[in-house]
């Protein structure tokens, strides 16, 4: 079925959001809510495809896809501000607390909406959010390590920085002085581009990038609010660094992670735009038991 589309006006964006399945309201079950950053609403049809009975409502973040428009006159992505916005958009719904799916940058744009508007959010579920800056052992390597991801976009472009992102994302363990000495990543190696389409605003790969893998949630107001929340790591991610920061979350808020099937973007299926298909069906199946089951006496909700 194919969602209804609609436009939140807010004072410096246009927020673009789809509803998927039931009208607000009228599903019996709270709204679940996917989040994404830098990925935009297309990139959850296949998860919400796997919730036909709930409401389910996607959106683009201010600044990308249809909300691409700003009136703000910054072009960054801070975490606080997809916060603001999506406490907006869950005042706008009027359907009361919400469930909330947020993968990579929307996980620590979840996190972030926990500790700013406690009282949103029944349950968030956080998938392998970047936080470099909760590594307990290398998080200035980790940092250096996406510095030279930005460096190879600078110099060379998307397919250089894209392969570079790649190698980094590929790394198993704590960025070492080996990870270092390694030459830059072949864009061939991985189908990426060669040639230089000389765009420097890619929000992954450039300096906008910056205020999310080190933006510092309120860990101490995540942990205090009434909301639930649960960390995902993807049962292909191993030790790199997604699923090391993931676990570095969950063990400051004393609850232990929950594995997925697939990798970090394994909600999704496979296509032209997504080479690397993950199991959505699968993936939507863990995701349902995680929202539907209760947490365990004696825990931090």
């Known amino acids: 079925m194919t969602p209804a589309t609609h436009t939140l006006e807010l004072a410096d964006v246009d927020l673009v959001y789809d509803v998927h399945g039931p009208q607000p309201g009228d599903g019996g079950r709270p ?47 801070r975490p606080e501000d997809q916060a603001d916005d999506l406490h907006a958009l869950v005042e706008h719904l009027g359907a009361g607390k919400v469930d909330v799916f947020g993968s990579s940058g929307g996980a620590v744009a979840g996190l972030a909406w926990v500790a ?86 890619d929000p992954l790969l450039s300096e906008r990038s910056l205020t999310v893998t080190r933006y510092e949630y309120d860990l101490d107001a995540v942990k205090a609010s009434p909301a639930r929340v649960v960390l995902g790591i993807g049962e292909e991610t191993g030790n790199t660094i997604t699923a090391r920061t993931a676990q570095a979350v969950a063990e400051r808020l004393g609850t232990p992670p929950v594995v997925f099937p697939s990798h970090h973007g394994g909600f999704a299926g496979g296509g032209p735009e997504n080479p690397y298909a993950g199991k959505p069906a699968e993936f939507g199946a863990t995701l349902r038991s995680v929202l539907e089951s209760q947490p365990q006496a004696g825990r931090q909700p």
Do not use: C
């Open 116 to 201: 700013r508007y406690p009282d949103d959010v029944n349950i968030l579920v956080a998938h392998e959010p970047p936080s470099t800056w909760v590594l307990p052992g290398d998080a200035q390597e980790a940092d250096r390590a996406f510095a030279k991801v930005r460096q190879s976009y600078q110099e060379a472009g998307f397919g250089h920085g894209m392969a570079q992102f790649i190698a980094l994302t590929m790394w198993p363990g704590e960025f070492t002085s080996e990870y270092f000495a390694q030459p830059p990543a072949d864009p061939a190696m991985f189908g990426m581009p060669v040639q230089d389409d000389g765009n420097r605003n």
């Open 31 to 77: 709204v679940l809510v996917m989040i994404g950053q830098p990925m935009t609403a297309e990139g959850f049809a296949d998860l919400a495809a796997q919730f036909p009975e709930r409401t389910v409502v996607t959106y683009d973040p201010r600044g990308l896809g249809r909300s691409s428009v700003r009136r703000d006159g910054r072009n960054d992505q």
